[in-house]
C-alpha cells in the first residue's frame, strides 16, 4: 500500500471565537446508545467505519457482532473539545456493558485534552455508585465561557475546577487503580531549547514549525516529544509506534501526585492557559496540549490483538493526527493506521 494513500473519515473545525461550549446532538449521542448494533445504519447515527481487518476477515466481524464493544481492547477519543462530546453514547454502552460484566480483559482508554478528561470522568463514574462525573463533565463544559481577549488568570480557576471534576480526590486512588481499566493520557513536551522563549518568541517558532509541517511531517519532532502518563503497572508499549517513533515516546507512570498536572498539561493551549512548566515524574519541561502530537490518531497498531476503536464526532470527513494538520486540513493518516482501528 502506498504510504501516502489516506482515508477520508473525520475532521473537527476549530472554535475561531474561542468559546467553550458543549454543543449536544441528541441523535449524535445516541449513536453508540446501549439498543443499537455498532453495524447498524440510519440517518440519525454515525457510521461505523470498520479496520482493514475487519473488511478482510469474516470470522473478524463475526466476533465483533456477538462481542459488541468488547471486541476492542483500546478506545481513542480524540482532542476535539467540546465537539467530541457528541459521542458520549459511548459512555453509557459501556457502563452498560460492565454492570452486566459483558468486558472481558484490560480495556486502555486513550487520549490528550478533551479525550483525557472524558475517559478519565468515565472510570470515576464507574467505580462511584452515586456519580455521574461525565453529565457533570457535559453541565461544567455548558457553564465555561473564555471570552477572546480573557487572560489565562481568568480561564485557570475554571480549568481546575475542572480538573477536580473529573479526577474527585476521594475518587483518586480508584481511578488510577481499576481492575479493568487503564488511562494513557498524551502530553506534547517543548523541547529543552525553546522552553525558556518568552510567548512572542514561542510564537515565531510555533509558526515556523507549522509550516515545516506542511512540507514534512516529521518538522513537529524537532519542535516536541510525545509523553505517555499511564495508569496500572503495564506500560503501553502499543503507543510507543506513533509520532516521531519510539525515540520520540516517553512513558511516565500517572499516580495521585501528578494527576492534575498531567490534565493541566494535555490541555494547555498556548497562549490561552497558563504555562505548564513541571510535571512530578516527568520534571521540569514547557508542556503543552496533547493534541500538538496526537489530536486523532498518530499511532499504528500492528499488533492483531490491539483491536482500537476511534470515537469520532464527524466520521464523514479526514482523520488528522496532529493539531496542525487539523488546523490546515492539510495531512490525514495513512490508511496502513487503520488495519487494526476502526472509527465509530
Given at each position: ?46 457510521k ?12 473478524e ?49 486513550v487520549?490528550?485534552?478533551?479525550g ?47 480538573y477536580?471534576l ?11 487503580t481499576?481492575?479493568?481499566?487503564r ?48 495508569s ?71 499488533d ?41
Amino acid at each position: 500500500m502506498p504510504k501516502t494513500e489516506r482515508i477520508r473519515s473525520h475532521t473537527v473545525k476549530g472554535n475561531k471565537e474561542a468559546r467553550y461550549r458543549v454543543q449536544t446532538n441528541c441523535a449524535q449521542r445516541r449513536c453508540l446508545s446501549t439498543h443499537r448494533q455498532l453495524t447498524d445504519g440510519g440517518p440519525h447515527f454515525f457510521k461505523f467505519i470498520p479496520s482493514q481487518c475487519l473488511r478482510i476477515h469474516q470470522t473478524e466481524r463475526q466476533s465483533l457482532e456477538s462481542a459488541d464493544l468488547d471486541y476492542f481492547s483500546i478506545y481513542i477519543a480524540p482532542a476535539s473539545g467540546p465537539s467530541g462530546l457528541t459521542t458520549t453514547g459511548f459512555e453509557s454502552r459501556i457502563k452498560n456493558l460492565y454492570a452486566k460484566s459483558k468486558l472481558s480483559g484490560t480495556k486502555w482508554l486513550v487520549g490528550s485534552s478533551t479525550g483525557a478528561m472524558r475517559f478519565m470522568a468515565l472510570i470515576g463514574s464507574l467505580v462511584s455508585t452515586e456519580r455521574n462525573l461525565t453529565e457533570e463533565l457535559m453541565k461544567h463544559y455548558c457553564w465555561m465561557q473564555y471570552n477572546a481577549g480573557d487572560t489565562p488568570q481568568i480561564l485557570r480557576p475554571m480549568m481546575d475546577q475542572l480538573y477536580r471534576l473529573v479526577a474527585p480526590p476521594d475518587l483518586m486512588s480508584d481511578i488510577l487503580t481499576h481492575p479493568q481499566f487503564r488511562l494513557a493520557i498524551i502530553v506534547s513536551n517543548i523541547r529543552d531549547s525553546y522552553q525558556q522563549l518568552p510567548d512572542w518568541a514561542l510564537r515565531a517558532v510555533l509558526g515556523c514549525y507549522a509550516v515545516g509541517n506542511l512540507v514534512n511531517e516529521r518538522a513537529l519532532t524537532g519542535l516536541c516529544e510525545r509523553i505517555v502518563f499511564y495508569s496500572g503497572d503495564e506500560v503501553p508499549k502499543f503507543l510507543a509506534n506513533g509520532f516521531g517513533g519510539e525515540n520520540n515516546t516517553r512513558f511516565v507512570k500517572l499516580v495521585k501526585e501528578n494527576v492534575y498536572e498531567v490534565l493541566h498539561g494535555t490541555t494547555c493551549i498556548p497562549f490561552v492557559q497558563e504555562r505548564c512548566e513541571s510535571i512530578p515524574g516527568a520534571g521540569e519541561g514547557l508542556y503543552l496540549d496533547g493534541a500538538l502530537t496526537d489530536y486523532m490518531l498518530n499511532v499504528q497498531f500492528t499488533d492483531p490483538s490491539h483491536r482500537a476503536l476511534l470515537l469520532s464526532d464527524q466520521p464523514t470527513s479526514n482523520v488528522y493526527p496532529t493539531a496542525l494538520d487539523a488546523m490546515f486540513r492539510w495531512r490525514t493518516v495513512p490508511i496502513s493506521y487503520l488495519e487494526h482501528c476502526s472509527i465509530g
